[in-house]
């Protein structure tokens, strides 16, 4: 069974930072373009970053600046670094493989609230 195991989350007050990771043993990350994706409360689930298997990065424009994903490849883990956090960054966090159409994992929570 395909599973992907995001952790990391957390309450964080504004400005703050989370590192998450998504660890598996079932595919191998580095073959693979990996995204970080979230879902806040009433929209739409949307791509925040991801790393191609050649290790070239894309953000989205509400994080660029702030938020680096990145690669252990020793580990089989991609991390999202998550730097001045804002009360909109508040959503459920899940990585995948962006060709992936129907799998989604339990994601990580992260609230970002005074």
């Known amino acids: 069974q395909v599973q992907l195991v995001e952790s990391g989350g957390g309450l964080v007050q504004p400005g703050g930072s989370l590192k998450l990771s998504c660890v598996t043993r079932?595919?191998?990350?580095?073959?693979?373009?990996m995204g970080w994706y979230r879902q806040a409360p009433g929209k739409q689930r949307e791509l925040v970053a991801r790393?191609?298997?050649?290790?070239?990065?894309y953000y989205a424009d509400f994080v660029k600046g702030r938020f680096t994903i990145s690669r252990d490849n020793a580990r089989n883990t991609v991390y999202l670094q998550m730097n001045n956090l804002k009360p909109d960054d508040t959503a459920v966090y899940y990585c995948?493989?962006?060709?992936?159409?129907?799998?989604w994992g339990q994601g990580t929570q992260v609230t970002v609230s005074s």
């Open positions: 079932t595919i191998v990350v580095s073959a693979n373009t």
């Open positions: 995948k493989p962006t060709l992936w159409t129907d799998y």
């Open positions: 790393i191609t298997a050649g290790g070239s990065t």
